[in-house]
């Protein structure tokens, strides 16, 4: 069954720091999807790989294959980065499975 | 502006009427798609089209109807079959239908049914 599992469900944090969120999934995936949900509900892309790592100003996401999992780091955290990451998964067919996201709060 | 409209963002309806929600993009994207999501769930998969005038099934499409007569545009309609339309629906579109590649979302719609 083509599972994405999410960790931490929830996440506080001071601002400046390093933030990690993890994701799992259940079988190897064609590609790995890291997007961002903001409190109006609008959903953004931030990064899609499928091997090794991407980085987007302080966002960084990784994979690992072998172990079935990605991370996303964010540097230097701000309360504009409180949203809720969503990670979801290319299993191989046209659609996504998604996880069911982490929120994130950082506090000033 | 290149993107994806959905409108309205909040939409109310009594119990046993259908109801259409606009998805509507100016990116010449070929695929479109329309995800649900309720609290403490992944988004899932509606309904998805790859091109005009074709479209398929997701995981959960009971009780919902589509169209894609435009390439621009995808309407779903929430029917009185669908037993608990109370969510909040986004649409997306993508350059192909293949799911590695990178999808642009909707600003969605809640839709309360009283």
């Known amino acids: 069954k083509n599972e994405v599992e999410q960790s931490p469900q929830n996440l506080t944090a001071q601002e400046g720091e390093f933030i990690t969120i993890n994701c799992s999934y259940s079988v190897g995936i064609s590609a790995l999807h890291w997007l961002q949900q903001h409190p109006g509900g609008g959903i953004v892309s931030l990064f899609m790989l499928s091997s090794g790592k991407k980085k987007h100003g302080r966002l960084i996401a990784t994979i690992n294959i072998q172990e079935k999992h990605s991370s996303l780091h964010i540097t230097a955290s701000h309360p504009r980065d409180s949203a809720v990451y969503i990670c979801?998964?290319?299993?191989?067919?046209?659609?996504?499975?998604f996880g069911t996201g982490t929120r994130l709060t950082i506090i000033p | 502006d290149g993107g994806i409209t959905q409108s309205p963002k909040y939409l109310f309806r009594k119990e046993g009427q259908n109801v259409t929600l606009s998805c509507e993009q100016n990116?010449?994207?070929?695929?479109m798609y329309w995800y649900r999501q309720d609290p403490g769930q992944g988004l899932r998969l509606i309904y998805y089209s790859q091109i005009v005038n074709d479209f398929q099934k997701g995981d959960i499409a009971e009780g919902y109807s589509v169209s894609r007569e435009k390439k621009e545009s995808f309407p779903l309609t929430v029917t009185s079959a669908q037993k608990n339309p109370t969510a909040f629906y986004l649409c997306?579109?993508?350059?192909?239908?293949?799911?590695?590649?990178?999808?642009?979302f909707g600003p969605g719609t809640r839709l309360t049914v009283l």
């Open positions: 979801a998964a290319s299993f191989g067919n046209e659609k996504l499975t």
């Open positions: 997306a579109s993508s350059m192909d239908s293949g799911s590695a590649d990178t999808q642009y």
């Open positions: 990116l010449n994207h070929d695929a």
